[in-house]
């Protein structure tokens, strides 16, 4: 049984595919990823030495790419992460996400299909997505349903939103065996920094600025990467075809809120461990002096989304999934890896995404 992995290189792919080669080790995983500035192979790498995946550097717009693989490794199941995926790269330059997010999705279901009325082989058509297709909510709103309309509000979304139309129109219209999982947001390892957590963590780490949009009263719902590779998991296994499936980690909290719990973690981290003290100098944790000092308000971004909240009944009454990462030891877990793995975060902070961070929230002295 081969599967296919599109964006196994990223954050969420990347967690995957090692999640899945432990619970599945017959399958055989090949893993297609551009690697573009967050996708690192670094993040696979043990997997690929020991033969484990086979990767595939290639996009997936390139419609000859797709044809040979698809004909080559005869999948029978298809998991689609690969995209632009951060709202702010977005709104400065959104054709890349109608690009990769949009046509790329388009060329991926063409492929699935074309190879499926050949071989009759394909299972499933798994495409990751995200809750912010739905909008945003006010504070007493109800939660996202899978039912709730379609309102996207960021570039990035709105590309989303069309890649998953186009998903349920190749199901409705050719009876490709798809589903769609619609998610909050995640957190953990492998996340590359320029999304809020990581970005906190390394900035904490180096005793830089902690930039937190307008007050940070914009609320998230978070969770931890592996329940989310579970649910996706489960619905390959058990999900049934044409569904989409909400998942979430019933965890909302207000960015501000999440950022003092950040920081209030490296603390009390940092107090007992003077190693730690001894590795990150900069970090005011090192000094004696309370992280939450390096907290910064920056001008909010354009059209900012003021909560996101996911109704995870359907998925859990289904499939029996439930997330099992509380945010503070998910939180706590997320710091260690980053203090483990520094050698991980300092690699993919170059060049790119170097420059990015520094138009984007000025260059820290
Ligand atoms: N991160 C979140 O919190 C979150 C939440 C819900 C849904 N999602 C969705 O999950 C998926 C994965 O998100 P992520 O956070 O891991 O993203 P990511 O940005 O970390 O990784 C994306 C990966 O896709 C690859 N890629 C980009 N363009 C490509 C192309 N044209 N061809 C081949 N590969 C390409 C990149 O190299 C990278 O490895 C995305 O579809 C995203 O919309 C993410």
């Known amino acids: 049984m081969s599967m296919l992995v599109t964006g196994g290189a990223g954050f969420i792919g990347a967690n995957f595919v090692h999640h899945r080669r432990a619970s599945h080790p017959q399958e055989r995983l090949v893993v297609l990823d551009a690697l ?70 388009l060329s991926l279901l063409k492929a699935a299909l074309a190879a499926h009325r050949k071989t009759g082989t394909l299972q499933r058509f798994h495409h990751v997505s995200t809750d912010e297709v739905y909008g945003s909510l006010g504070l007493s709103d109800p939660a996202f349903q899978e039912t709730t309309a379609y309102a996207p509000r960021s570039p990035y979304a709105a590309s989303k939103a069309a890649s998953d139309h186009l998903v349920n129109a190749y199901g409705h219209t050719y009876g490709l065996l798809i589903t769609i999982s619609n998610c909050s947001n995640n957190y953990g390892p492998f996340h590359f920094p320029e999304k809020l957590i990581p970005l906190m963590i390394v900035n904490l780490l180096q005793g830089k600025p902690l930039p937190v949009y307008g007050q940070g009263a914009n609320i998230r719902d978070w969770l931890h990467v592996s329940d989310h590779c579970t649910a996706i998991s489960a619905i390959l296994d058990r999900g049934r075809a044409g569904e989409t499936y909400n998942v979430g980690g019933n965890s909302e909290v207000a960015n501000l809120e999440l950022v003092h719990q950040l920081c209030d973690a490296f603390d009390a981290r940092f107090l007992g461990d003077p190693d730690l003290r001894r590795r990150f100098p900069a970090s005011p944790a090192s000094q004696g002096r309370p992280s939450r000092e390096l907290v910064t308000f920056v001008q909010d ?19 029996g999934v439930r997330p099992l990462v509380a945010l503070a030891d998910g939180l706590a877990s997320t710091i260690g890896w980053y203090l483990d793995n520094e050698a991980w975060w300092r690699s993919v902070m170059t060049g790119e995404y170097q420059n990015w961070v520094n138009s984007h929230y000025g260059a820290a002295s």
């Open 36 to 105: 573009t500035y967050a996708g690192n192979l670094q993040s696979i790498a043990p997997l690929l030495d020991a033969g484990e995946v086979h990767f595939v550097r290639g996009d997936i717009c390139d419609d000859a790419l797709l044809a040979r693989l698809f004909a080559e490794h005869d999948f029978a199941q298809v998991v689609h992460f690969a995209a632009e995926s951060h709202v702010d790269r977005s709104i400065v330059a959104p054709d890349a996400f109608v690009r990769t997010n949009v046509n790329g999705t």
């Open 301 to 319: 971004r354009p059209g900012h989304d003021y909560r996101y909240a996911v109704d995870t009944s359907k998925i859990s009454a289904e499939l």
